[in-house]
């Protein structure tokens, strides 16, 4: 048995018989999210070998470069057995997106309960480690068989019991795949003044690049994969998101083996370094990569690579913006936004105004969560303009897109009118659907009366002593082991970085949540 990566997140497993197993294909020729991704380095040309004597498909997650439909459609047309495996979430959402989508194959795909291993034909048994908040909609999977094993994080945060109990499963773990790079809108799409912006840039990816360092230190694996990311833009518009720089959101596999190389050289040897359709074995180890092999010219000649690849794509670029979609349906669907879940609308608590560019022209509708309602034109105090392309939007109107595929697509613009994040917004915009906001709701408020009720832990800052809760309230992360207390009086949950004052409780980076918190006397 053997897995090949071919490219991005996608893994086949090769099995004893013909049957083989493929986790999160995308090797689309027209790439995703409005054609704004294309896969980096270039897949498309292996997608027949991918795809051969494949009857299971595991899905990690809904977004389009990890669901191909064009790809899973074919393998589940071409193979009456074939299935789609996915992971039980706390919300049924995904699977409903996932049928709806797939339409007449919809009675292919499977759901199955967290760490329940099940068998696969190409050998061995895997299973599904979901994220536990019903908002975020991502799952690990873990493959075994006999001591060999392979675990595929993928870019779930998972949380710490749920590392420890796989760890605990496993013994040791062999293979672990990690995304290396975050790819959201987050803060490319913001209007921040350039110095603001590099800031935010440096810190996203100094975390992204920490996150998966303690990751693998807690897992120890034998050896890693960084993967899944991240993609390349081929439109002329988005070229500026290709950034080679060390100020990149978006570092490449190279960058990231390179950065551990120098930072953490026992990672680095530990590394595979891989082109897409190479196998996962030693001679792919980074240690043994000649990278003056012309092979690897996506990654040492990125620039030129790119230029050849729009070349083969220049019947699918630029992106066309489309026209207006009516007024009538658009401000049905904002309405229909305002008022989809109660609770959510309370938490964002204020106006959004987007503003729709079609390419001859644009509106502007204002949301208004406070009050449940939606109207055309702008609004007095927006805690955001958002702007967005009208094809795009169209597609969400139909039901064939969400709006986390156009702020996935980069070409949306967000204008903060607020100093506060507002989470839930990110959410209800992902997820405009009211089971999984209310599974979020019950889940929220159930971290919160734990948070109440719970353990609490003693923590000095400023020359003060305080106690707070031990879990985070927003994803219920140990502070004790990932909160860093800092000098001004706050902490830092480091699962997500969201900052609290420790004297208040209050969160001073996003809305909607707060720390139990109270003053203690200083200690002898
Ligand atoms: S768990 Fe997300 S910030 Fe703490």
């Not at 090797?27 to 897949?43: I, K, T």
């Not at 291993?117 to 599904?128: D, H, K, T, V």
């Not at 993609?231 to 570092?251: C, E, I, K, Y």
Request: hydrophobic fraction near 40%.
């Amino acid at each position: 048995m053997q897995f090949i990566h071919y490219g991005h997140a996608c893994l086949k497993l090769e099995g004893r018989s013909d049957a083989a197993c493929i986790m999160d294909p995308w090797l689309s020729r027209d790439g995703a999210f409005f054609r704004s991704w294309f896969q980096f380095p270039e897949n498309h040309p292996f997608q027949d070998d991918a795809v051969r004597g494949v009857v299971d498909i595991c899905l990690s997650h809904n977004h389009e470069d990890h669901f191909d439909l064009g790809v899973i459609t074919k393998i589940l047309e071409e193979h009456p057995e074939a299935k789609l495996h996915i992971a039980r979430f706390p919300s049924s959402w995904f699977v409903r997106h996932a049928r709806r989508r797939l339409g007449a194959l919809a009675d292919r795909v499977v759901e199955h309960d967290p760490f329940a291993f099940f068998p696969l034909r190409a050998g061995g048994e895997i299973c599904f480690v979901p994220e536990e908040s019903p908002g975020q909609v991502d799952a690990a999977m873990v493959w075994r068989d006999g001591d060999r094993n392979l675990l595929n994080l993928n870019d779930a945060r998972l949380n710490t019991d749920q590392f420890l109990r796989i760890k605990e499963i496993l013994g040791h773990v062999d293979a672990f795949c990690l995304q290396g790079s975050g790819a959201s809108e987050y803060p490319v799409c913001y209007d921040y003044d350039p110095g603001d912006l590099l800031r935010r840039r440096m810190e996203k990816r100094t975390l992204k690049l920490e996150a998966c360092e303690r990751v693998i230190d807690l897992m120890n694996p034998n050896r890693v994969l960084i993967f899944a990311g991240p993609p390349v833009f081929l439109d002329p518009g988005l070229n500026a998101m290709n950034d080679a720089s060390a100020t990149s959101v978006f570092p490449d596999q190279l960058d990231i083996t390179r950065h551990f190389a120098s930072r953490r050289p026992d990672i680095a040897e530990r590394c595979w370094f891989t082109m897409p359709g190479d196998r996962l074995d030693d001679d792919h180890l980074f240690s043994r990569t000649d990278l003056t092999d012309p092979r690897f010219q996506a990654y040492t000649d990125k620039a030129s690579y790119i230029e050849g690849y729009r070349e083969r794509r220049m019947d699918l670029l630029p992106y066309d913006w489309g026209d207006l979609p009516p007024m009538g349906e658009t401000l049905a669907h904002f309405r229909r936004m305002a008022t989809v879940s109660p609770w959510a609308s309370e938490k964002i608590g204020g106006s959004v105004d987007f503003v729709i560019h079609g390419k001859r022209d644009k509106a502007t509708y204002s949301v208004d969560f406070a009050r449940g309602l939606a109207a055309e034109g702008p609004s007095a105090n927006p805690l955001y303009v958002l702007e967005a392309p009208a094809a795009s939007v169209h597609e969400v109107l139909e039901g064939r897109a969400t709006w986390d595929d156009v702020m996935l697509s980069l070409r949306m613009v967000f204008r903060e009118r607020t100093p506060r994040f507002v989470p839930h917004l990110k959410t209800l915009l992902k997820y405009q659907d009211a089971e999984t906001l209310e599974r979020l709701a019950e889940y929220e408020e159930k971290l919160q009366r734990r948070a109440a009720t719970e353990e609490t832990i003693r923590v000095e800052s400023h020359g003060k002593c305080f106690r707070i809760a031990r879990h985070c309230p927003h994803a219920g992360v140990d502070l004790l082991r990932h909160g860093e207390v800092n000098d001004d009086g706050t902490i830092t949950c480091m699962a997500h970085r969201f900052r609290f004052d420790l004297s208040s409780g209050e969160c001073l980076n996003a809305k909607g949540f707060r720390l139990e918190v109270r003053r203690e006397a200083p200690s002898e």
